[in-house]
């Protein structure tokens, strides 16, 4: 089993794979201290699972999560961090995470954390299972929102990368006219950052 380790701290990091290392039938063949970083390595060395943090330099770990999947989506993301807020569970699974475990977790749970994603199946530590319940619990599924096609060709530019500049040049329009479209698209999924509207596109199938 090849995995892909994300994580800013480099004593982290560095922990985390020499876990791994003693594990048998795994194997540690990147590491990446940013998600941009993680995204590129994924599409080079296409591990079976990529081991990845939420808070991180550049892009973040569930903004990598949703580039690494779409790219390729056959990779598994396991999402091991610190944080367990609800917006950044949502974040995470909104992008296609497979699993979602605590760094105070125990070794053993992190390791067969990391077996089940590869094999397929959905992993979250007890904490996070509850309030993913609590949070369906609050209210039923909404409706998709309809946006408009220059509504669409920005959000997909921006799940490429693009810069606001970048896209207006791309698409022949102004940068005003750019966050117009932005902040319209925000609106219509309820987000409030780039990162969670593309996430949220993605969840909706809309790009």
């Known amino acids: 089993m ?3 380790v994300a994580d800013d701290h480099p004593i982290v990091r560095s922990g985390i ?3 791994l290392g003693m594990a048998p039938g795994i194997e540690v063949v990147g590491e ?5 970083a993680a995204v590129q390595l994924a599409r080079d060395l296409t591990p079976d699972v990529v081991l990845m943090d939420l808070r991180m330099p550049v892009l973040s770990g569930s903004a990598a999560t949703a580039a690494i999947l779409a790219d390729e989506p056959r990779i598994r993301v396991l999402v091991l961090t610190t944080y367990e807020t609800d917006d950044a569970i ?3 699974i909104e992008a296609g995470a497979g699993g979602y475990l605590l760094k105070a977790a125990p ?3 992190i390791i067969a954390g990391v077996r089940s994603v590869a094999a397929g199946q959905t992993v979250l530590a007890p904490s996070i299972a509850t309030k993913l319940v609590d949070r369906m619990r609050g209210g039923g599924p909404a409706a998709i929102p309809a946006l408009s096609g220059r509504e669409l060709e920005v ?5 490429a990368g693009r810069s606001n500049p970048e896209i207006a040049r791309a698409l022949f329009i102004g940068e005003a006219t750019v966050k117009t479209h932005l902040q319209h698209v925000f609106e219509k999924l309820g987000v409030s950052d780039r990162t969670r509207a593309v996430t949220r596109a993605m969840e909706l199938r809309l790009i």
């Open 2 to 4: 090849r995995v892909l």
């Open 17 to 19: 794979v020499a876990l």
């Open 32 to 36: 990446a201290a940013d998600g941009a």
């Open 107 to 109: 070794q053993d749970e």
């Open 90 to 92: 949502l974040e995470a």
């Open 155 to 159: 959000l997909r530019l921006v799940a």
